[in-house]
């Protein structure tokens, strides 16, 4: 390869790299982890006044996230009340409820809470049993940052 076929060839690379695309990123406590758009998140907590299990499945893509499970142990106090099953001892709803372009979760030590993205923890029992706040947001960053999973 000549000289210069490997220099435009290492430029059209750097410039793709740097072409900007959507990301998943979570961020709480000063920490921020990145994913790709198909993401599938759960959100699993104790509820802070029926004091019940609750677990919400969201998934991300390009134009936001969406709510397309909830399941919980209990009613009352914002919990939903259109159950369409009972699986495992859950009252189960499936949707697709669209939450935007970003979303916050305000945990207390009482919730317990625990964030999974495909499967890999991210948040456990709540920072430690801390006091936190998650935020959740899609977005544009270069190729090269998406990939390694960082910006």
Excluded: C
């Excluded at 969201?58 to 914002?78: C, L, S």
């Excluded at 499936?94 to 499967?119: E, M, Q």
Aim: zero cysteines.
């Amino acid at each position: 390869m000549s000289r210069k076929a490997l220099s435009f060839l290492i430029i059209t690379v750097a410039l793709v790299l740097l072409l900007p695309a959507n990301a998943v990123e979570i961020s709480f406590n000063g920490r921020s982890y990145t994913y790709s758009p198909g993401s599938t998140i759960e959100i699993e907590y104790v509820h802070s006044v029926e004091r019940s299990e609750v677990v919400e499945i969201i998934t991300a893509n390009g134009t936001g996230f969406y709510v397309v499970e909830m399941r919980w142990k209990d009613f009352g106090a914002g919990l939903p009340e259109d159950v369409q099953n009972l699986t495992d001892g859950f009252y189960v709803k499936r949707t697709r409820d669209y939450l935007g372009r970003s979303f916050t979760y305000w945990f207390i030590p009482i919730n317990h809470a625990n964030v999974t993205v495909n499967g890999s923890p991210v948040l456990v029992d709540s920072d430690g049993g801390k006091k936190v706040v998650v935020n959740f947001q899609i977005k544009r960053v270069p190729l090269v940052m998406r990939l390694i999973g960082r910006w």
